[in-house]
């Protein structure tokens, strides 16, 4: 079957096997509440909105598979997607690798999304899934930056870092997720990329270290990260306007 002929088929990846060190001690930070939901469940809500993902893949902790799969049973979730809970790695590259290698034939494009990011709207999971679709290996939401951004020579914490350089503010973009990836070349980049250290933790960055192309679509503010104590904060009064203005 060519490839205009073969079905589109979508899945999503969710790693979700870190701790979360900079929110504090306890819970890892994919299973903290946010609105009293954990931020794991509104993740996965968020990749399951969108019409074209017919797969949630939620890759958990080595040891918390089923304490995940438990969790995904006691939350509403769209009939129409099917899911699934496999074990990670000790790195975020090595749970997309387990993740991505749990696909079933048949998926054509795959997301990999933060669960820290649990509020990116479906307009934003839509568009990265077009742009794949319209034949982007890979492609990335992303915001300009709002602040200036120096480049220093790294010193020890608290020390003051002299600055190098002054990157021009037009030509850069923070990153956000999903990221979208044709499936061949995502697996593609897992087999050929290396891990370094703690493992890459931008999928986009390993297949451009490919040389395959990347390309931006617009990303969305509330599609920020909650990685800080204020962050959570910002993430409730996200969801509580959302509440207040859609009445769930």
Do not use: W
Request: with cysteine.
């Amino acid at each position: 079957m060519s490839d205009e002929a073969r079905p589109h088929r979508t899945a999503a990846v969710i790693p979700a096997a870190g701790r979360g060190v900079r929110l504090g001690p306890g819970a890892p930070k994919a299973l903290r509440t946010l609105g009293g939901t954990p931020m794991l469940i509104h993740a996965v809500r968020a990749m399951a909105a969108s019409r074209a993902v017919s797969l949630v893949v939620v890759v958990a902790p080595p040891d918390g598979a089923t304490e995940v799969k438990n969790l995904l049973d006691e939350h509403a979730l769209p009939e129409r997607t099917d899911y699934l809970v496999v074990p990670g790695g000790d790195t975020r590259q090595e749970s997309v690798r387990l993740g991505v290698e749990a696909l079933p034939d048949g998926i054509t494009t795959v997301l990999v999304h933060d669960a820290a990011r649990p509020l990116v709207p479906v307009d934003t999971v839509d568009a990265v899934i077009e742009a794949v679709r319209d034949g982007a290996p890979a492609v990335v939401p992303a915001l300009p930056l709002a602040d200036t951004v120096k480049q220093v020579e790294p010193r020890q914490k608290g020390e003051p870092e002299p600055v190098v350089a002054t990157p021009e503010r037009a030509l850069l973009r923070a990153v956000q997720t999903p990221q979208g990836f044709d499936r061949d070349t995502l697996q593609r980049a897992h087999r050929t990329v290396l891990p370094v250290g703690e493992g890459a933790t931008d999928c986009a960055g390993m297949v451009e270290r490919l040389g395959a192309p990347v390309v931006v679509v617009p990303g969305h503010e509330e599609a920020f990260k909650v990685t800080r104590p204020l962050d959570l904060v910002l993430a409730e009064a996200v969801l509580a306007r959302r509440r207040a203005n859609d009445g769930f």
